[in-house]
C-alpha cells in the first residue's frame, strides 16, 4: 500500500540525510558554529516539494548545524504577497524564499536577491565541499542571469503531464462503444480533435453508466491566475502560441496589428477550444486552481487533464488520497500539427517545465546561515528522497538512483518522460513585466470564461491592453 511505502520511504531519506550529514559532520558543525542558534525562517507554497522540505529537510539541518528552520507553508496567493512585501519593505522577515520559475526575472530586475555564486565565493568557509551548481539538471538555468551567475538553488522541476485514466481506456465495453461512435480505437489523444472525442464520450458515458465521471479537467477558475496560467502556459503552445504571443524580438509586440500574436487566428482557435472542453468538465472547473484540478482527478471525476508533474505521484499511488491508483497513465499532451517540430528545434515548446528554487533576499539578517541551508538541501545524497516522496528532480545522477528507478515504474515512467521529453517543454519567457502583463489581460480573459464575451473579442482586448501595458512601463516605443 502507499501509505506503508510513503513512510519506508520518509524512514530512508532521514536516514540517508543522516548519513550525509555525519559524513560531512565536520563542514556542516564547524561552518554553522558562529550562526548556532539563530532561526532562519522562509515561505513556500504548500507543495509536496515544499512539505518534504518542511518535513524532512529542515529538521535534518538543525540537527547538523543547530541552526533551527522555521518555514511556512502557506497558499500561492499568501506566499507571493508575503514574500513581495518583505523584500519590498526590507523588512527582513524571511531569510529564503521560494522563486517560481516564472517570476525570477522580476525578482532579479529589481534586485531583490543575493548573488549565490558570488556569495559563496567571497565567502569559502561557508562553501560545503559536497555542494556544486554543476550538478543540477538544465532548469538550474532559470535562475542564472546573463554572466551566468546563480540566484537560486532549484528544490523542484516538473513538467505539466496529460494524465488518462488507464481502467476507463482500457475497458473493452468503452473501447467498442467508442470505436462504433467515431470510427478510431480509443487511445490516448495525440491531436486536440481526438482530445475532444475522448472528452465528450467519457462525459456521455459517465451520464449513461450513472457515474460522477467526466471527459477532462479545465483549469478554469474564472477569478484566480490559475486558469491564465492553463491557457497560456499549457493550451496555447500546443496550438503554437508561444511566449503568449509577445515577440520580445519585435519591440515586445503583443498585438497582430504591430507585429504580434496574442490575438492571433492560431489564438483564437486555441482559446475558443480550450472554453469548449468546460462543457465536458466537472462543474467545479470554473473554480479550480491546480489544486482542485488534482484533486478532481485523484477523485475519479475526470476520464483525462493536463495536471502538474508535482501531483502526479500522489495521484497514481497515494492510496489515502487518490481513488485512482494504478489506473493512472502518464504521456505527452495532444499537439497540432508543426509544433512538435518546433519545439524539436527550438523554435517552440509544448508545454509548462514548472519549478522553483530558494533564494535569499537582500533584506535577509541571516544571510549565511540560510546559504548553508541551501546548500545543504541541494545536496545529490538527500535528492532521491525527495524525488520519490514528491515526482520534482533537479539534479541528473538522481535518475539513476534505484529507487527512484523503481518509483518511475508505479509512476507509469514519469520521471523518464520528464529525463527524455523535458527539453520539448519551457518555463515562462523571461519577462520581467510577467506580473503586470497578466494582471492587465486577465479581467478580459475572465471574462470569456464566465461567457461575457467570446474568445476572440477577449483575445482583442487582451493584446490591447498588453500593449498599453508595456508601453506604461517602457517596453514599447
Known amino acids: 500500500m502507499r501509505s506503508r511505502l510513503l513512510a519506508k520511504t520518509a524512514l530512508a531519506a532521514l536516514t540517508v540525510v543522516a548519513s550525509a550529514s555525519f559524513a560531512q559532520a565536520d563542514f556542516w558543525s564547524?561552518?554553522?558554529?558562529?550562526?548556532?542558534?539563530?532561526?532562519i525562517?522562509?515561505?513556500?507554497?504548500?507543495?509536496?516539494?515544499?512539505?518534504?522540505?518542511?518535513?524532512?529537510?529542515?529538521?535534518?539541518?538543525?540537527?547538523a548545524t543547530g541552526i533551527t528552520v522555521e518555514f511556512e507553508a502557506t497558499s500561492w496567493?499568501?506566499?507571493?504577497?508575503?514574500?513581495?512585501?518583505?523584500?519590498?519593505?526590507?523588512?527582513?522577515i524571511y531569510d529564503f524564499v521560494y522563486i517560481e520559475q516564472d517570476i525570477v526575472y522580476s525578482y532579479m530586475a529589481r534586485d531583490f536577491l543575493v548573488n549565490l555564486t558570488q556569495m559563496l565565493a567571497d565567502n569559502p568557509d561557508l562553501k560545503a565541499p559536497n555542494f556544486s551548481f554543476d550538478e543540477f539538471t538544465t532548469f538550474i538555468d532559470n535562475f542564472e542571469d546573463a554572466d551566468g551567475n546563480v540566484f537560486g538553488v532549484p528544490m523542484e522541476a516538473f513538467v505539466k503531464v496529460y494524465l488518462y485514466r488507464k481502467d476507463l481506456f482500457g475497458d473493452a465495453a468503452a473501447q467498442a462503444a467508442f470505436k462504433?461512435?467515431?470510427?478510431?480505437?480509443?487511445?490516448?489523444?495525440?491531436?486536440?480533435?481526438?482530445?475532444?472525442?475522448?472528452a465528450e464520450f467519457f462525459t456521455q458515458w459517465g451520464e449513461d453508466n450513472d457515474m460522477e465521471l467526466w471527459g477532462t479537467t479545465v483549469q478554469a477558475h474564472s477569478g484566480h491566475p490559475a486558469s491564465w496560467y492553463e491557457f497560456y502556459?499549457?493550451?496555447?503552445?500546443?496550438?503554437?502560441?508561444?511566449?503568449?504571443?509577445?515577440?520580445?524580438?519585435?519591440?515586445?509586440?503583443?498585438?497582430?496589428?504591430?507585429?504580434?500574436a496574442m490575438n492571433s487566428d492560431t489564438a483564437k482557435t486555441a482559446l475558443a477550444y480550450w472554453l469548449d472542453l468546460l462543457q465536458f468538465a466537472p462543474p467545479e472547473?470554473?473554480?479550480?486552481?491546480?489544486?482542485?484540478v488534482a484533486a478532481t482527478f485523484a477523485a475519479g471525476r475526470a476520464a483525462q487533464g493536463l495536471v502538474y508533474g508535482e501531483n502526479a505521484a500522489w495521484i497514481a499511488a497515494d492510496d489515502t488520497k487518490s481513488n485512482v491508483v494504478g489506473n493512472v497513465g502518464i504521456t505527452l499532451p495532444p499537439l497540432a500539427d508543426g509544433v512538435l517540430a518546433d519545439a524539436q528545434s527550438g523554435a517552440g515548446y509544448i508545454g509548462y517545465y514548472d519549478g522553483g528554487a530558494f533564494g535569499i533576499p537582500h533584506s535577509s539578517k541571516n544571510k549565511e546561515a540560510a546559504a548553508l541551508f541551501l546548500q545543504f538541501i541541494g545536496q545529490a545524497e538527500v535528492q532521491p528522497g525527495w524525488a520519490i516522496a514528491a515526482p520534482r528532480i533537479t539534479h541528473e545522477a538522481t535518475y539513476s538512483d534505484p529507487d527512484v528507478v523503481k518509483m518511475d515504474a508505479e509512476l507509469d515512467g514519469y520521471y523518464t518522460l520528464l529525463k527524455d521529453e523535458?527539453?520539448?517543454?519551457?518555463?515562462?519567457?523571461?519577462?520581467?513585466?510577467?506580473?503586470?502583463v497578466r494582471e492587465a489581460t486577465a479581467p478580459f480573459f475572465y471574462q470569456a470564461i464566465i461567457g461575457q464575451i467570446t474568445p476572440s473579442e477577449a483575445l482583442d482586448q487582451m493584446a490591447e491592453a498588453a500593449e498599453t501595458e508595456l508601453q506604461n512601463l517602457g517596453y514599447r516605443n
Open 30 to 39: 564547524d561552518a554553522a558554529k558562529p550562526y548556532e542558534g539563530v532561526t
Open 41 to 63: 525562517r522562509g515561505v513556500s507554497e504548500s507543495t509536496p516539494p515544499s512539505n518534504y522540505v518542511k518535513d524532512v529537510l529542515g529538521p535534518a539541518f538543525t540537527e
Open 77 to 92: 496567493d499568501q506566499m507571493y504577497d508575503k514574500a513581495i512585501k518583505d523584500m519590498e519593505a526590507n523588512t527582513g
Open 180 to 198: 462504433e461512435k467515431y470510427g478510431y480505437d480509443l487511445a490516448p489523444a495525440t491531436t486536440h480533435d481526438q482530445y475532444r472525442d475522448i
Open 233 to 260: 502556459e499549457s493550451w496555447g503552445p500546443t496550438f503554437g502560441v508561444y511566449n503568449w504571443g509577445i515577440d520580445a524580438d519585435n519591440n515586445y509586440a503583443a498585438a497582430v496589428a504591430s507585429g504580434g
Open 285 to 292: 472547473s470554473t473554480q479550480s486552481t491546480w489544486d482542485e
Open 422 to 436: 523535458g527539453p520539448l517543454f519551457s518555463g515562462a519567457p523571461p519577462y520581467p513585466f510577467h506580473a503586470q
